[in-house]
């Protein structure tokens, strides 16, 4: 009688978990179906964005992409020539604070690719700029898109000659719509310390408003679409919170 030959059972065992691991990578077909929240920034410094907990940066900014509920976002900007902070394609949640310090360029920009920023809420915190770049155009937020997006409780205290504390002014093909900086203060320093260009119901309210170097406000009412200016308090330049 013919005898089959082959490996001993114990054997043959081994020989198909081998087969079975071999055909893994790294473990990465286990983690396949999950969802991806990386996602590198375009300025090229390779920092990831970050959707729970807090950040803390220095000389890299930080952008916000998909969904995020953070609690702090701190930025520092000293050696690099970059914006702080950035809304960019498809950010909405919650920021629970922003805290911002600047020698170079803008401290939050609101970017105009879609899918827009929208549906964003940015609790409280401060954005100071102490100085600029070799830009020469600076503002404590600029926004040039976006959607339903509300800064509530935020210090915007650039004394550093910028354009504007907060700059609302849209990007083709971006048209900022109902992005309000509401019960902030804007410091004294800008050429002017709101700004509201071409938007949507745009604009402050219930906030404090210091002198400018120019004017404290400048709306261009035949951009600016039913800018909101609501309950908003302008303060005189002696008035020591401006200083």
């Given at each position: 009688m013919l005898r089959r030959c082959g490996p001993p059972a114990a054997l043959a065992l081994t020989l198909a978990l081998i087969?079975?691991?071999g055909c893994s990578s790294d473990g990465d077909d286990e983690v396949a179906d999950e969802p991806t929240?990386?996602?590198p920034l375009s300025t090229g410094q390779g920092v990831e964005t970050q959707t729970t907990g807090t950040v803390h940066l220095v000389d890299q900014p930080w952008t916000c992409f998909g969904r995020v509920d953070l609690d702090l976002v701190k930025v520092e900007i000293r050696n690099v020539e970059d914006?702080?902070?950035y809304l960019r394609q498809g950010?909405?949640?919650r920021i629970g604070?922003?805290?911002v310090d600047t020698w170079k360029g803008d401290g939050l920009k609101v970017n105009v690719p879609a899918p827009v920023a929208h549906d964003l809420v940015v609790e409280g915190g401060y954005i100071r700029c102490h100085a600029q770049g070799a830009g020469g155009h600076q503002d404590g937020i600029?926004?040039?898109?976006g959607k339903r997006i509300t800064f509530q409780g935020l210090e915007i205290n650039c004394n550093s000659e910028p354009n504007a504390q907060f700059y609302v002014s849209a990007l083709a093909p971006g048209m900022p719509t109902d992005v309000v900086c509401d019960g902030c203060f804007l410091g004294s320093g800008a050429a002017q310390t709101l700004s509201i260009d071409e938007s949507v119901r745009s604009g402050a309210r219930n906030t404090l408003i210091c002198p400018g170097r120019f004017r404290a406000l400048r709306i261009d009412e035949s951009l600016a679409q039913e800018p909101v200016?609501?309950?908003n308090k302008e303060l005189p330049g002696?008035?020591?919170r401006c200083a």
């Amino acid at each position: 009688m013919l005898r089959r030959c082959g490996p001993p059972a114990a054997l043959a065992l081994t020989l198909a978990l081998i087969l079975v691991v071999g055909c893994s990578s790294d473990g990465d077909d286990e983690v396949a179906d999950e969802p991806t929240t990386s996602i590198p920034l375009s300025t090229g410094q390779g920092v990831e964005t970050q959707t729970t907990g807090t950040v803390h940066l220095v000389d890299q900014p930080w952008t916000c992409f998909g969904r995020v509920d953070l609690d702090l976002v701190k930025v520092e900007i000293r050696n690099v020539e970059d914006d702080a902070i950035y809304l960019r394609q498809g950010c909405t949640g919650r920021i629970g604070r922003i805290e911002v310090d600047t020698w170079k360029g803008d401290g939050l920009k609101v970017n105009v690719p879609a899918p827009v920023a929208h549906d964003l809420v940015v609790e409280g915190g401060y954005i100071r700029c102490h100085a600029q770049g070799a830009g020469g155009h600076q503002d404590g937020i600029q926004v040039m898109g976006g959607k339903r997006i509300t800064f509530q409780g935020l210090e915007i205290n650039c004394n550093s000659e910028p354009n504007a504390q907060f700059y609302v002014s849209a990007l083709a093909p971006g048209m900022p719509t109902d992005v309000v900086c509401d019960g902030c203060f804007l410091g004294s320093g800008a050429a002017q310390t709101l700004s509201i260009d071409e938007s949507v119901r745009s604009g402050a309210r219930n906030t404090l408003i210091c002198p400018g170097r120019f004017r404290a406000l400048r709306i261009d009412e035949s951009l600016a679409q039913e800018p909101v200016l609501e309950g908003n308090k302008e303060l005189p330049g002696d008035d020591k919170r401006c200083a």
